[in-house]
Structures are given as structure tokens and as C-alpha cells.
């Protein structure tokens, strides 16, 4: 992972035809797509299908987007409505009409809001350091986490130093994700 | 946010399945070559569709609705879902006076353009999609002019 430039910046560089821009953007928000696409419950042909299909539209959205900040929301929202058309056209999911994956002003939804937040988390390990981003990884990606004696020996530190660095380096992800309480 | 609230949101996110796609769309990295559209500029002539224009059809579902611009006059179908949650809106538009001209129809719902098509003058444009209110069908000139039509009010 390497740092990631400021959404406002990119939606700019790109409504100028940047081309370099644009190929940033999508590698930013590549995995939020897809496994959105994935979370309504497609498989994996039909989520790259849909994946496709919201590049496409934000490009054709560039200028009416009001506010770039709100990108990864923006796509959220659209890759569930996209992946909604994309099931009920191919005749893979007939069922009652969810209102929230048609719905471009969602509600407050749970899952859209952990989506969110699953992107802040990544654009926010850019943010770290090498050694604070394998601390979390350690910690908070691995199922189940590592031991202290595990994560000292991988990480060359004392064991009874692991504890105070990995409340440093959750902090310094919190800062790095720009949390607000 | 806690300390605590902050790691169990943290915790709740990363259960989420978080994939990176196939290497196979890489593609989409490469800038579209279709221009995205400007929004209409302030004064565009607009109109808006009313509940009644769309249940005109047989049976209620699916009116034909006719609207005259100036330099353009629209025939659409409107039909609203039937169980399945999607829209179809399909029409023609001729300019007027009568001109050779390609148009781009652009089929937009708040911050995203649903769909577009560029068609010759007087030839047809189709497009479905789930809609909810506020959606709008935008027709760019050639010339630089935006005729808007607005689809119905939510009831």
C-alpha cells in the first residue's frame, strides 16, 4: 500500500482528463467496488460485471458530484443499485424490491456505514508507517490475532514493549482515518 | 468516538468481506474515452412529468407523454416497474426546425447519470433502470443547449 492522494484532488485532476488521476481513483476504491458488489450477494462474474459498470458511471457522474468527499459513499450507494439492475436483468434474484439498493439517498444503513468505514481503514494503513501498519495487521487482521510472543519475535521487540506499541499504532490509525467522535 | 467504541467499529469492519477484483478488470483503469456531460446550465428550459402522464397508458401502466421545446420536441413512454423495481423510459426526439443533427440523451437521478445515448435527430433512445424520485432526462443539443424533462414527483 502507498499513500493515498486526497479525494478532492483526485475528482479534480480527473474532471481535467487526467488520465493518471483516473487509474489512481479506481485503485483507491477497487476493493470497496467489489466487495460491495460481492455483499449484496452476486458472484464473482456478476461483481465484476458490476464493477465495470460503475466505473463507467462515475466517469459520466465527474461533474455532478457536489461533494468529492463523499466518494466512497457516492460509489457505495451506486454499486448497490447497479448490482440491484444487474440481478433482476440477468434473472438471477427475483424477490420483493429492497428499497435501499434503489434508493441514491440511503438511509442509515449498517452495512453501508461498515463499508465506509472498511475504506477509511485502508486508506488510513497508507497512512501508517511500515512498522505501525504490520503491528495492526498483526493484531487486527489476523483471525485469531497474534500473540504478543509471536508478534515480538516477528517484529525483533521486547514482549513487554508490544503492548504499549500497539495501543500507539491503533492511535496513530485512528489519527491516520481522521475519525470523528 | 471511545477508545472502546472506536475499536469495536473497527472490529465490525474488518469482519466485513473485503476483496480486491481479478486482475482481469484492470481495464477500468484506463480513463473512459467518452467525454462526461456538463450539467445543464442555469436556465435550461425544463418541464416536468406529472403522476398522470405516466399511469395514462392501458391499464394505468405506461403513458405515452408528448412535449414540445424550443428546437426540440420529445415522445416518451414512461413505464414505471412492474414488480421487478425497474423503470423504462424510451422515446424519440426531433429537433425543430428539423436538423441533421446527433443529440445526447442523458437519464440522470441526483449526482449520477444513470445512462446515456447519442441518437441521430428523430431516432429512438431507450433506457430501464430502478428509479427512485427525482430523476430527470436531459437532452444536449448540439449547439451547447439543454432541454431537461423532469420525471414525476414521488407520490
Redesign the interface.
Known amino acids: 500500500m502507498g499513500s493515498q492522494v486526497d479525494v478532492k484532488t483526485l475528482v479534480a485532476q480527473c474532471r481535467e482528463g487526467d488520465e493518471g488521476a483516473w487509474k489512481d481513483l479506481v485503485s483507491q476504491y477497487e476493493n470497496l467496488v467489489f466487495s460491495t458488489a460481492l455483499q449484496t450477494g452476486l458472484d464473482q462474474d456478476a461483481a465484476v460485471d458490476v464493477f465495470q459498470q460503475v466505473w463507467v458511471e462515475l466517469h459520466r457522474s465527474l461533474f455532478r458530484i457536489k461533494d468529492p468527499q463523499a466518494l466512497p459513499r457516492w460509489l457505495i450507494v451506486t454499486t448497490r443499485r447497479i448490482s440491484y439492475r444487474q440481478a433482476v436483468t440477468s434473472g438471477r434474484w427475483v424477490r420483493d424490491l429492497r428499497e435501499d439498493l434503489v434508493d441514491p439517498t440511503p438511509r442509515a444503513d449498517e452495512v453501508v456505514s461498515l463499508l465506509e468505514l472498511r475504506q477509511q481503514i485502508q486508506d488510513g494503513m497508507a497512512g501508517l508507517d511500515p512498522r505501525c501498519r504490520r503491528v495492526v495487521e498483526l493484531f487486527f487482521f489476523t483471525e485469531p490475532p497474534t500473540s504478543y510472543q509471536d508478534a515480538s519475535t516477528e517484529l525483533g521487540l521486547a514482549e513487554d514493549s508490544i503492548g504499549s506499541l500497539k495501543s500507539r499504532c491503533l492511535d496513530r490509525l485512528r489519527k491516520s482515518m481522521e475519525v470523528k467522535p | 468516538?471511545s477508545d472502546n467504541s472506536?475499536?469495536d467499529?473497527?472490529?465490525?469492519?474488518?469482519k466485513?468481506?473485503?476483496?480486491?477484483?481479478?486482475k482481469?478488470?484492470d481495464?477500468?483503469?484506463?480513463?473512459?474515452k467518452?467525454?462526461?456531460?456538463?450539467?445543464p446550465p442555469p436556465g435550461s428550459s425544463a418541464e416536468t412529468l406529472t403522476p398522470a402522464d405516466i399511469r395514462s397508458g392501458p391499464g394505468g401502466k405506461g403513458g405515452m407523454v408528448s412535449r414540445s421545446f424550443p428546437g426540440l420536441d420529445v415522445t416518451l413512454m414512461v413505464t414505471p416497474?412492474d414488480?421487478?423495481?425497474?423503470w423504462e423510459v424510451r422515446g424519440r426526439a426531433w429537433r425543430n426546425p428539423k436538423a441533421d443533427l446527433d443529440l445526447t440523451v442523458v437519464l440522470?437521478?441526483?449526482?449520477?447519470?444513470?445512462d446515456?445515448s447519442v441518437v441521430a435527430n428523430g431516432a429512438s433512445f431507450s433506457f430501464?433502470?430502478?428509479?427512485?424520485d427525482?430523476w430527470s432526462l436531459e437532452f444536449h443539443l448540439a449547439e451547447g443547449n439543454v432541454v431537461v424533462l423532469d420525471g414525476p414527483p414521488k407520490e
Open positions: 468516538m472506536f475499536l467499529r473497527l472490529q465490525k469492519a474488518l466485513l468481506s473485503w476483496k480486491e477484483p481479478p482481469e478488470v481495464n477500468a483503469k484506463a480513463k473512459p467518452e467525454e462526461p456531460i456538463q450539467p416497474p414488480g421487478d423495481g425497474l440522470v437521478q441526483g449526482e449520477n447519470v444513470l446515456q430501464q433502470d430502478s428509479l427512485s427525482a
